[in-house]
């Protein structure tokens, strides 16, 4: 099946340090997600983007909608230690489409 | 509150048996999956069932079978068939018909010993 461009692969930055990832698709979505999962545990969602050009935060995250509708970003401000798991972006073509997932950004963060 | 409950957290498995892991959520969606993740690979779709008794085959169907006798409930049987089952099984559910993403059970990680 059809995968998401997730990057990059890794990150290894330090405390304090902003973070930016993106996922990229040939296809046209019309719902982005960002997820979240740490060790040992299933995907939380963390932001869901519905329209072209949208900007949304949680904290001290921050993900966009691509104006293509082909990409999507999520920004982490002032990374801290628990910020450490693995970020998946997620695109849906409509609300009776499954899920595209990238293959995730593992995060490491130095204290 | 609701959620979606995966049962056991850690399953041991000798070669050659099957094993049945259970997806259990009370969330009244209609829609579950399930995935297998292992390092590098990213979340690669098993089986999904969209109403019950009815599921599909995903990506890596092979060696897996599934049932949906319940809307509550989609176990995943791990059969010796499956030439490597040793990975970190995810359940996620959805209500159809809407974009609000899935939500994820807390896995199962298997092993072959």
């Known amino acids: 099946g059809q995968q998401l461009n997730q990057s990059p692969q890794s990150m290894f930055i330090q405390e304090g340090e902003d973070v930016s990832m993106n996922c990229t698709s040939s296809s046209i979505f019309n719902t982005w997600l960002w997820y979240k999962q740490e060790p040992g545990e299933g995907p939380v969602l963390l932001i869901a983007l519905y329209k072209a050009g949208e900007l949304t935060s949680n904290g001290r995250l921050t993900a966009q909608f691509g104006i293509t509708r082909k990409d999507s970003f999520l920004n982490i401000s002032a990374s801290i230690p628990s910020d450490v798991g693995i970020y998946f972006c997620a695109g849906q073509r409509g609300s009776n489409y499954k899920l595209t997932f990238g293959k995730g950004t593992l995060l490491t963060v130095n204290p | ?113």
């Open chain 2, 1 to 113: 509150d609701g959620g979606i409950t995966q049962s056991p957290k850690y399953l041991f498995r000798k070669e050659g048996q099957n094993v049945t892991l259970s997806c259990e959520q009370n969330l009244n969606h209609d829609a579950m999956y399930w995935y297998r993740q292992d390092p590098g690979q990213g979340l690669r779709l098993i089986y999904y069932s969209q109403i019950v008794n009815d599921f599909q085959k995903g990506d890596i169907a092979e060696g897996y079978s599934v049932s949906r006798e319940k809307k509550e409930s989609f176990p995943l049987t791990v059969t010796s068939a499956q030439k490597n089952p040793t990975a970190f099984y995810l359940c996620a559910s959805c209500r159809t018909g809407t974009n609000y993403g899935y939500t994820f059970g807390s896995g199962t990680r298997l092993t072959v010993v």
